[in-house]
């Protein structure tokens, strides 16, 4: 059999931009920047047309960064009342979700090395087991269903700047403005800092 030489040209893009947020919730304007990488890759077979492989890799991963820039958001409170955004909820809940998934696998890790304990201090009690899965499985319904259906906002103002501090993702006020109208010149420097 011959060996066919297989290549993978692989190109990357990096690039920001302003997501400009009207709060759903108070009505306040902020911004952030949502910063993304695409990726792309590109097979070649002996080495043919190496050159062209490596222009689509680009291509592709300037696409793959284009789409991610349109629909994707980070998952910022809003400064005033802490309100996460519509867009920005499945996100959270996503993320809440991996969470309750790491310590379901947790869980089952102690209790898988936990077992021979656990069977010599349970010995011949089968209700006991039932009883102990059922309350687990039971638990762990209720997580996951806290996690889909509760009101993200119901706590918003815990997660406001007035409650969790200044929060450095939020541009707001001159910086905010020079963010809508880039032509601005910058303004000069209201106080030289003496090094
Ligand atoms: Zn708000």
Request: hydrophobic fraction near 45%; proline fraction near 8%.
């Amino acid at each position: 059999m011959i060996p066919i030489r297989h290549d993978t040209h692989s190109a990357s893009a990096v690039a920001a931009v302003p997501k400009f947020v009207r709060c759903a919730q108070c009505g306040s304007d902020w911004a952030y920047l949502l910063v993304r990488e695409g990726r792309g890759t590109m097979h070649t077979i002996w080495g043919i047309g190496a050159e062209s492989a490596r222009l689509v890799a680009k291509g592709k991963a300037r696409q793959a960064l284009q789409e991610m820039l349109s629909n994707d958001c980070e998952v910022i409170p809003c400064p005033d009342c802490g309100a996460l955004q519509p867009e920005m909820q499945p996100k959270h809940r996503w993320r809440l979700l991996v969470h309750v998934m790491a310590w379901t696998i947790v869980v089952l890790t102690l209790i898988l090395f936990a077992y021979p304990a656990i069977r010599r201090s349970i010995p011949t009690h089968p209700n006991a087991w039932i009883l102990m899965w059922t309350m687990l499985t039971a638990v762990w319904a209720l997580a996951v269903s806290w996690v889909l259906l509760h009101d993200v906002n119901a706590r918003a103002l815990s997660r406001s700047e007035k409650a969790a501090g200044p929060n450095r993702l939020v541009i707001r006020g001159p910086d905010l403005d020079r963010l809508r109208n880039p032509s601005q010149p910058p303004p000069a420097p209201a106080a030289s800092t003496a090094l």
